[in-house]
């Protein structure tokens, strides 16, 4: 349980803001302490100086595009999903039809969204999905869908900073792995490729025992 924090002189820190122009916050928080280790929770707050108050709203005003960084995201649920029936959302395409169509749009937003080749369970040439959720200055994860051709559903995943980060990981751990091997089976398929160039049909049977 948390402790209570012991006699000291508060520290305040800023930790927030609110209100825009001659009517903006500022709230400052105590550090004195640690979560759960006598942890001071006073915070205090007052208005912000014009200087203060022009600082916020200059630094935290974006335009329109950047003020929703999932607007590449949401684009894609409007076009591709259908949200009028009782159930929580369908997919308005399916398999090649729904590929073709992400794959033209695809092209309006070159560094939002990425298309990566892949089979689907029926070795079917297939689609996945990558889109952005991120702004000018800021970065919040990725969605992943998985568009199989003949099979199922779409799938969806969102990846996290730290999910990113740790499937690129392991995928370069795999290629790193799996290129010695690849090394490998070259030279095999080219010493078999060697060793049969000299091999001859003949109608002959004791020239062809030998």
Request: charged content about 30%; some cysteine.
């Amino acid at each position: 349980m948390p402790t209570k924090p012991k006699q000291h002189k508060h520290k305040f820190r800023f930790s927030g803001w609110s209100g825009t122009g001659a009517e903006t916050l500022v709230r400052f928080r105590c550090c004195h302490g640690t979560s759960g280790l006598g942890w001071c929770s006073e915070s205090v707050e007052r208005l912000a100086t014009p200087v203060e108050a022009a600082h916020l709203n200059q630094r935290f005003a974006k335009p329109p595009r950047d003020r929703d960084i999932h607007a590449v995201a949401r684009e894609f649920d409007r076009k591709f999903r259908d949200y009028t029936g009782k159930i929580a959302s369908t997919w308005k395409k399916t398999g090649y039809a729904l590929m073709y169509a992400v794959e033209r749009w695809a092209k309006k937003y070159p560094e939002d969204v990425r298309l990566v080749s892949c089979d689907d369970s029926y070795f079917t040439g297939s689609r996945l999905v990558l889109i952005e959720h991120r702004a000018k200055r800021s970065y919040m994860g990725t969605t992943l869908i998985s568009i199989p051709q003949l099979s199922d559903n779409p799938c969806e995943m969102f990846l996290y900073p730290h999910s990113v980060e740790a499937l690129g990981k392991a995928m370069r751990d795999i290629r790193r792995q799996a290129t010695p091997l690849e090394k490998q089976e070259a030279e095999d398929v080219a010493e078999e490729s060697r060793v049969t160039q000299s091999w001859r049909f003949s109608d002959d049977k004791k020239k062809a025992k030998k």
